[in-house]
């Protein structure tokens, strides 16, 4: 396997020696120039154990810890793991935004050994190995220093890293492009987890001529098949700069890790395009890139600024994105009974004939509120003090609290200001669940003898609610026991007065 290639380019002939080729090095090879950095379509490597450890997890993150920063689609290591160092490596340790790889390691036995996840430590690469019957010291054993071993991409690790490395790729012509033509800066970005779409955050909104206008070039530079290269040489610290901060104190772009030790400064050319320090895996050129940007941008606020996600896909993500997109397309016509392209019509015809039954059904309610309403007002002619009544209705309607309302609005305005009462209004469904909601209104003249209904519904029948003044509501999840809650409801309301 070379060293130095068209793709890779070491500008530091000192960096040579740093790669462990599989001598008697008892050293990684610094990650910053692994193989799978130096070679990202190299799918097998014969390497060599530099050591092999215990994984051992790591402490639980404290309350104050919500704000850290967590690890890019990284799974969850199981206790039965260990991890190991080797002479080098085609599995990427996750970094620059870029997931890790997976893959496999065979040994001599012809064993072979998943491995998890990849991370860097300083400028180490460690592999979290799965050890599947948990016998860890025999694994250690068959992973002791100096034996050889394959270390590789199966199918699945390739698929994945040809995904992570297409769209990281991708989001370094995007940024480029954001900046040269627009002067965005890119905040941040993120890989997704499949098949979702990736994004960039930037400071503002994007209009669609702008959007049109980044995917148009972006699309020249694909069609030109503009070349990538990686240019490496030895870390200067006295030339690192801190990532830049915008007023706000966020971040633009990023710096280089503050734990990184590899002692290697990377650079990731776009021919007359960008050039950007990353120590991530990148095509070796933008020929056949496919990328799409989706003509649209998310606005979020965060205290005082306001920054957008600009989304975009490519490579096998952008196939199934489309291959997705097309089959619910496809699938809603057919509910629809129309072609392809009517279906936006037909859905707002939908759409708009639900609102018009939404609206029906609304002045239906109201207007049976108005007789339910009437009907109290009867009720309640010829009683003297305060007039008392507990109604319970079934009704499947989604606004059945809406409905009670209406009642009791109705109820009051037909009462006037002068007359003494106290109402418990209650609904609940036809068919009875354990998740069902049953829901409760009540309204009086006096706003203590509110409260104590309120106050008994939650005591008796645990009602959640509240209310202020001469209102109040509820709610009670579970099964209405007709001939038992209606007779608490019923005692409770008895015992106010």
Known sequence: MSIETNYHRILSPVLRDWINSGDEKSYSTPVGILACQREPLLRQLNATVISSVTYSPPLPAGKNAKNAKKAVLAPTIPQDAICLALSDTVIFPEGGGQPSDTGIITTADGTVWNVLQAKRHGGQAIHYVHVPDGNVEAALLAFYPGVKVRVELDQAGFERRYDHMTLHTSQHLVSALLETRLRLSTLSWSLTSYPAPCYVEIPRGMTAEEISMIQDEANRLVFQGKQIHV????????????????????TVGRGLPEDYTGGVNRVVVIDGVDRNPCCGTHLPSLNNLQLFILPHTDALSRSSTTVAR?????????????????????????????????????????VDERKNATRRIEDVELELAKYIAADLIRDMQGVSGVFKKYLHRTDDSPSALNVLTAISSAFAGMAGAEASYLIVLSSSPSAQTQTNSNVFFVIGSDDKHVKLVGDGLKTKLGVKGGGKGLKYSGKLVGVWKTGKDDVIVDEILSAVL
Do not use: N, W
């Open 231 to 250: 240019e490496v040489e030895e870390l200067d610290p006295q030339s690192i700069k801190p990532a830049e901060k915008l007023e706000s104190g966020r």
């Open 310 to 350: 600009l989304y975009f896909l490519a490579g096998p993500r952008l196939i199934a994105h489309l291959v997705s997109t097309h089959s619910r397309l496809a699938s809603t016509a057919a509910i629809l009974s129309c072609g392809l392209p009517q279906v936006p019509e037909r859905v707002q015809q939908f």
